[in-house]
């Protein structure tokens, strides 16, 4: 089961980076609940709905490092560029720990920061000093 999760949640964020937030939330329970650790949580398929609606006003682009399944959970590590307050693109890093019920989608655990030094000038050099 774990490897038909990675292979879900890897459709799901296709879907996400080609703007077809429908087709993410169609890999969603309709009680998904989303904790973003720090910030909110999001309770069922509407409200992610709505986030998504004011959140990405265009598409993300994800870079994923690392998936990790085991049991219903699957574990994504990599980074994350959006549009910012500013309306500039900023990089961010990220652990998602999404749990599957079914064949779907049912929780998210969201870890998400914005790295210190990583802006317009220190991407360059926050890249070629990563392992």
């Known amino acids: 089961m774990s490897e038909e999760n990675k292979a879900t949640l890897t459709k799901a964020n296709a879907a996400i980076t080609e703007g077809d937030q429908e087709g ?53 590590l990599g980074e994350i560029t959006m549009k910012d307050e500013e309306d500039k693109e900023a990089p961010y890093s990220y652990c998602d720990v999404w749990r599957f019920r079914g064949d779907k989608m049912c929780e998210l655990r969201a870890f998400v920061i914005k790295p210190e030094g990583k802006g317009e000038s220190g991407d360059a050099e926050y890249r070629e000093s990563r392992p």
């Open 24 to 76: 993410f939330l169609a890999f969603c329970t309709d009680d998904t609940e989303w904790t973003f650790v720090g910030e909110r949580t999001l309770k069922g398929k509407e409200a992610v709905r709505q986030w998504m609606a004011t959140t990405y006003l265009e598409p993300p682009k994800f870079k994923v490092e690392r998936l990790i399944a085991e049991a219903d959970f699957v574990i994504a």
